[in-house]
């Protein structure tokens, strides 16, 4: 089974209006930490937000938050007003346990166009 | 402000041939791994270090060689390479012990094998 799963074709968002971009993971672990990457066309993968499973409130970082429903095993991206630089790929991923790991496992990524 | 630094950035090798992609980073980080991003996969890992001296194989080991001989480089090495081996390679590297310390990413090599 996949461990990070993000299966929405490409998103289409008009400037200025806010977007989800939908991953859900699957692990026994209860210790684990999920991440949110983008990568532009040029390539570089940029760091956006991170979600501890412990943590008690949902990950703010900017026009980035993060919708973490603990039971349903989701950690939604949401972008609010969009720009046309929020065109990209965007990366879930998840580390799993505690301690020294820091392995992470990406999803496939989602394509998100902003439309002017 | 160097960060991760991968070289070369694009490469192009016939089948057979052999070649290391290196990695440095300059912030001390004892995690590095080594990542591939083939369309519509993802990035998957290839091999990864917790520190020097210390390797271990990730998802999609077969091909590649790896060392940790210092803390700051982390090269891959191809030993034979195979048209399947084409894909872009990213290098990423951060602090151990998890937490909520994201991974930081090189700006990948292209690899072309012919």
């Known amino acids: 089974a996949q461990k990070i799963t993000q299966t929405q074709p490409g998103m289409f968002v008009q400037e200025k209006e806010a977007v989800t971009l939908d991953c859900t993971y699957d692990?026994?672990?209860?210790?684990?930490?999920l991440f949110w990457y983008k990568q532009p066309s040029s390539g570089e993968m940029i760091f956006l937000i991170y979600?501890?499973?412990?943590?008690?409130q949902n990950a703010t970082e900017g026009r980035y938050s993060l919708n973490f429903q603990k039971a349903r095993k989701s950690a939604n991206l949401v972008i609010s007003a969009s720009q046309l630089g929020d065109s990209a790929m965007y990366f879930c991923a998840m580390r799993e346990g505690g301690g020294a790991n820091s392995k992470l496992t990406f999803g496939k990524g989602i394509t998100l166009s902003v439309r002017p | 402000n160097a960060g991760v630094t991968q070289t070369p950035k694009f490469q192009v090798l016939k089948t057979g041939q052999s070649m290391t992609l290196q990695c440095a980073q300059d912030?001390?980080?004892?995690?590095m791994s080594w990542y591939r991003q083939d369309p519509g996969m993802g990035l998957r890992l290839i091999h990864y270090s917790v520190g020097a001296g210390i390797t271990d194989q990730g998802e999609v080991p077969n091909g590649y060689n790896v060392s940790r001989s210092t803390t700051e480089d982390f090269p891959l090495r191809l030993l034979s390479a195979a048209p399947s081996q084409t894909s872009v390679y990213f290098c990423?590297?951060?602090?151990?012990?998890?937490?909520?310390?994201?991974?930081?990413f090189g700006d990948g090599t292209r690899l072309s094998i012919l």
């Open positions: 692990t026994s672990d209860p210790s684990y930490g």
């Open positions: 979600q501890g499973s412990y943590d008690q």
């Open positions: 990423a590297s951060s602090p151990a012990g998890g937490g909520n310390q994201p991974q930081h």
């Open positions: 912030m001390n980080h004892e995690y």
